[in-house]
């Protein structure tokens, strides 16, 4: 089956700390993965993405590489804000059916 | 490019009372899904369009959730009769034959009591 499975949160940094969040998936087939981030209040919002396998996704100072061999996507970025306070969730897509799975999602925090 | 729309924003019933929520996704977008998103859990598949047909429908609760999408946009999903556990961030989103991500609307916060 299909799946994705997230490091359980709730996650604290202070401002300006090293951000991973842990992201492995179950697939049959090839999929696209995805790292969706949600603000307060508001809906999910794309953050980056990857195609195939060593694909490196980034956007605005965050990243992630599609690792086929170890079936991860584990999200990273060098020095956090306050502003990236958000719940971060990992998923995939099945290029067939062009289905989607989620992950439970990762509560972040950052403290100035 | 107009994004994903969906209403009402926030919708306040008593257990066994219906409730619609109304989706309008990217102009052009001929996928369209319906997600539940419960307090602290990941978005969980509803039901999928493809323009008119369903594609995947196997999580919706039949016996009270019900879906239509006319004419290949617009699309309502129906609670009829809501339960507590129905309790829920209702979300939207679409996405096109080219693209790989989906768009997501604001969603409909729906609160039984």
């Known amino acids: 089956g299909n799946s994705v499975t997230q490091m359980e949160g709730p996650v604290t940094l202070s401002e300006e700390a090293f951000l991973t969040i842990n992201c492995t998936y179950t697939?049959?087939?090839?999929?696209?993965l995805f790292w969706y981030v949600q603000y307060p209040g508001e809906g999910l919002q794309l953050l980056l993405k990857a195609t195939k396998a060593d694909d490196k996704g980034s956007n605005k100072g965050f990243e992630a590489t599609y690792r086929k061999e170890t079936t991860s996507f584990h999200l990273e970025k060098g020095s956090v804000q306050v502003s990236d306070s958000a719940v971060y969730f990992c998923?995939?897509?099945?290029?067939?059916?062009?289905?989607?799975?989620f992950g439970t999602g990762t509560s972040l925090t950052v403290i100035p | 490019e107009a994004g994903v729309a969906q209403s009402p924003r926030y919708k306040i019933i008593e257990k066994r009372q219906s409730v619609a929520f109304w989706c309008n996704p990217i102009s052009g977008h001929a996928t369209l899904y319906w997600y539940q998103q419960i307090l602290g859990q990941g978005p969980k598949l509803l039901i999928q369009?493809?323009?008119?047909?369903?594609?995947?429908d196997s999580q919706l609760p039949k016996d009270r959730f019900s879906a239509e999408r006319l004419k290949g946009v617009d699309s309502t999903l129906k609670i009829q009769p809501a339960k507590l556990e129905d309790s829920a961030v209702y979300l939207c989103?679409?996405?096109?034959?080219?693209?790989?991500?989906?768009?997501f609307g604001p969603g409909t916060r729906l609160t039984v009591t």
């Open positions: 998923a995939l897509r099945r290029n067939t059916g062009n289905q989607f799975y």
């Open positions: 989103a679409s996405s096109s034959d080219r693209a790989y991500e989906q768009y």
């Open positions: 697939a049959t087939g090839y999929p696209s």
């Open positions: 369009f493809q323009n008119n047909g369903v594609v995947d």
